[in-house]
């Protein structure tokens, strides 16, 4: 069982800046990759960016260039820097860690709370 903590949301005026933080329970090194998704009311959840345990990065085209994804081995923590943030970007955004360990037939997938972005002046 991993349990994700979310941090960070808020409310931000456009082309200001938020940093999401995923705190993990167990050390990230024990997680196949770690990433942010958004999901808007009435909306599926969406790929805002994601890390692989190789440090592979992507991210989604919406993004691409304001949005950075990093972490913190030490902490356990992976963030999300998002810069020149728009109205279009206010949403629930949710960490998640994909987990797979020999034998199993699938990824695991464990799921943040949920943190409010809010890009409004």
């Known amino acids: 069982q991993v349990q994700l903590v979310e941090s960070g949301g808020g409310l931000v005026q456009p082309g200001g800046s938020l940093r999401l933080s995923c705190a993990a329970s167990?050390?990230?090194?024990?997680?196949?990759?770690m990433g942010w998704y958004r999901q808007g009311p009435g909306k599926q959840r969406e790929l805002v960016s994601a890390?692989?345990?190789?440090?592979?990065?992507n991210y989604a085209d919406s993004v691409k260039g304001r949005f950075t994804i990093s972490r913190d081995n030490a902490k356990n923590t992976v963030y999300l820097q998002m810069n020149s943030l728009k109205p279009e970007d206010t949403t629930v955004y949710y960490c998640?860690?994909?987990?797979?360990?020999?034998?199993?037939?699938?990824?695991?997938?464990?799921w943040g709370q949920g943190t409010q972005v809010t890009v409004s002046s």
């Open positions: 998640n860690a994909k987990v797979y360990r020999s034998g199993w037939t699938s990824v695991r997938d464990y």
């Open positions: 167990i050390s990230i090194f024990s997680i196949n990759a």
């Open positions: 890390l692989t345990n190789g440090g592979t990065t």
